[in-house]
Every structure is written in C-alpha cells, then in structure tokens.
DNA sequence: CGTCTAAACGGACTACGGTCCGGATATTAT
DNA sequence: ATAATATCCGGACCGTAGTCCGTTTAGACG
C-alpha cells in the first residue's frame, strides 16, 4: 500500500520478505521520480496514472501495484514531511509538542496543520481524495486520537471523541484551500479562528 | 432551487424561452422516474449515468444536459426534501424556525441536518461529491449564512463566517455517515455533541 | 398546411482510475 | 550452473463521468 513506514498497520503481519526485489525497488525509485516531475510540470491535479506510468518507463500495473492508489502515491510523496509534522506534535518542543498546557498545544496545532496543509496544498487534497477511508487513514486517526487526548487532558467532559471530530472536519484540506484559495480568507485568519474556537469549545467544560 | 434547470447560469442571460419544449419535459419526467426505480432497486450508489439512459429511454447526453452532473442529477431529486428542510428552519416553528433565541435554534438547525442527512444517507452523500464546488452550492451557502447569522444574533464577536464555516465542516454528509455507518456512533450522540458544541462557542463569547 | 430555426436528441468518443493475468525475472536452493 | 519458485512486470481491459457534434424535432410564423 502506501508507504507504511512511519506507521505499521498492523505491526504483526509482516510475515513477507522484508526486502524488496532489485527491480521493485528500481521501479519505486523510478516512480517517484517521475512523479515529483510531473508534479512539477502539470501539478499535482495534472498528474494522472498514464502519464506517471508513461514517464517512468513502466507499467501502468506496476504504478498501481506500488501505491494502490492516486491517493495513495500522493500519501507517499507526501510521506516525509507527514512523518516530520507527526513528530513535532508528539515529541518537539512545546507548544506544539509536549510541555505546554493542552488548550496551548490545541491552538499550536490547528496552526501548524494548517501552514502544512497550505504548503502543501494541492498533494494535501489529492491524498485525501476519493478514499472511501479517508478518515481511517493511520495519519487521520492519529491527528484525531492527538486532539482527542488534549481535550481530555484539558478535562472536556462531554464525549472527547465526538468533539475531536468535529474540530478534525474544521482542518480539512479541502474545506480550508477552498477558503483561502476562492474566498480569498487570508491564512492568520483561519489560524485564529481556529484558536477562538477551541478556546471556547475548551473552556466551556 | 435544486433543480439546475431552474437556476439560470448568468442570470442577466434570460433570453431564451422560459418554457420548456414538450420533449425536454418528458424526458425529464422519464428520468427522475427512472433515477428513483433505479435507486430503489440498486441504491444510490448503484446509479450510473449510463444505466439512467438506457432504463428512461434516453441518450446519455439527454441525461447532463438536464442534470449537468451527477451530483446535480442528485441535488435534482433531493430538492423536495431539501425546499421543506428550508422552510422549515426560515419560516417554520420555534424552536427552529424564528421566535427562539439564537442558540436555541442553532442547536436544533444541527438536529433536524444531523437528521435529514441520516434519513436521505447514501443520496446526500452523492449529490456533494465530486463538486468542485461543493461549498457554492446555493444551498451550502444558505446553510452557512443561516448559521453565521444566528451567530451574529448571540452576539458572536470573532469572525462570525469562519466560525460558521468550522460549524458546517461538522455537519459534513460524508463524515457524518462516516460516524455512525463505519463506527456505529448513534446519532443521538451526534446531536448531543453539537449541542454541546455550539453552545460552547457561542457562550464562549 | 409548409417552412424555418432554435432547441433538444443520442450515442460515439475521450480521459481517467483501477483490475487482471499470462509471461518475465530475481533470488534461492541444490 | 541449473532448476524451482515466489515475486514482479506490463499493458490490454473494464466501468464510469463527462464531452462533442451531426441529426432530429417541436413549435412559431406565414
């Protein structure tokens, strides 16, 4: 599937060879390359299956068999700085990572998903897009169970679960680049509007 | 409203006959008729444009030139359910209709969407994909207006827009069936926690 | 009626994401 | 080196949404 490395899916299933063939790894390799290429020329919306198989001098299978998926090409491309965004929030420095306040580290993080998701923008979209599972990715649940955890550690009452949802659906890409990006909502806006609201939802408790 | 048909692109551009030709009347009659056997017998998941045709006797050109897309063909046989959703929540009974105060019928606006969204599941859900312009949709733009001003009403203070549009995000079709079809949340407790929710931000003021 | 024209029609066509499976190949065992 | 096999490869194939354009027809007008 997409590239699991910084979260087993299940941890103990591993059962395969744990090295890839000389051509697999090749052909990745290859892909990706081509792929950061495409991005570049056409964009991410440009980049279509073909065209990346066609560029890397490969089988439309092979593109198909590596990610299993547009949506999970782009989670792959965008594998690092995920991987580089999950552990700021869980271990840097506060206030996004351990050692401020939750309410603190709440706020922190609102922000820095959302200059993630506007650097980003478009691979953020695509990789979120037609998922009939978008939201059980491993990366969607762990930014939920993240949010859910400050909000318990700040002593919300009233289903955490359901309140980290809600503030989750506040952060989607889609929703957030259609702001900025047709409504014309400048960035520190968002961003603040983002601290009132889980100041409020917060306090409230 | 719903009923693309209905809504002209460039209002200005009324130039062409208001009626409708006998044919084109048919035709549509012939399709929503067709639309609604074939998502009771397949659901709405199950309707392709191409199987639309054939079961109304229609080319398939026939089928976008009278829906524009697919979603709008949902829109289409969503739009009585969603003209009395409307005028329920503009002109109707307290406590979602006028007459309550604003909090009040912000948490039943929540209820009566949480409930028609759940009773109208898979058709909902279809008729916002796709979209690239979901969000402009008129409807989602009365929703979200609807909900700003009764923000405004309890005298909301920071940014009353971005604080409906993080309420709407909430109220998405496809995470909410998300909640409750894949995770087994009952929709009491979706209701429950927007209530919560709201009277949060709003008493947060 | 007959004529004329704007509107509607239909279905072939494109682009795309995704699947399948017979054949090729890397790797390992002998 | 050779054989055996698990893995990988490629591209033909499918279903779907949406477009295009030559053809047909409704309905207005004379």
């Known amino acids: 599937m997409w590239d699991v490395s910084f979260i087993p899916l299940r941890p103990g299933s591993l059962s395969g060879p744990v090295t890839e063939r000389?051509?697999?790894?090749?052909?990745?390799?290859?892909?990706?390359?081509?792929?950061r290429e495409l991005i570049e020329e056409c964009g991410a919306d440009g980049?279509?299956?073909?065209?990346?198989?066609?560029?890397?001098?490969?089988?439309?299978?092979t593109v198909f068999r590596r990610f299993g998926s547009r949506?999970?090409?782009?989670?792959?491309?965008?594998?690092?700085?995920?991987?580089?965004?999950?552990?700021?929030?869980?271990?840097?420095p506060p206030p996004l990572g351990p050692g401020a306040p939750g309410l603190e580290r709440l706020v922190a993080f609102?922000?820095?998903?959302?200059?993630y998701v506007l650097e980003y923008?478009?691979?953020?979209?695509a990789a979120d897009e037609s998922a009939h599972n978008r939201f059980d990715v491993p990366a969607a649940v762990l930014w939920h169970r993240h949010i859910e955890l400050l909000l318990r550690e700040e002593g919300m009452?009233?289903?955490?679960?359901?309140?980290?949802?809600?503030?989750?659906?506040?952060?989607?890409p889609e929703r957030l680049l259609h702001?900025?990006?047709?409504?014309?909502?400048?960035?520190?806006?968002?961003a603040e509007s983002w601290r009132e609201l889980v100041t409020r939802v917060v306090r409230g408790a």
């Not at 609102?110 to 200059?115: K, L, S, T, V």
């Open 22 to 35: 000389s051509d697999a790894a090749r052909n990745r390799e290859r892909l990706l390359g081509a792929a």
């Open 47 to 61: 980049l279509t299956m073909d065209r990346l198989a066609e560029r890397a001098g490969v089988g439309k299978g």
């Open 71 to 92: 949506a999970g090409l782009m989670m792959t491309l965008l594998s690092d700085a995920e991987a580089e965004f999950q552990s700021r929030f869980m271990f840097g």
């Open 110 to 115: 609102g922000a820095a998903r959302i200059a």
């Open 121 to 125: 923008g478009e691979l953020a979209r």
């Open 157 to 172: 009452d009233a289903d955490p679960r359901l309140m980290a949802m809600a503030l989750s659906a506040t952060l989607d």
């Open 179 to 190: 702001a900025v990006r047709i409504h014309g909502i400048e960035p520190g806006r968002l």
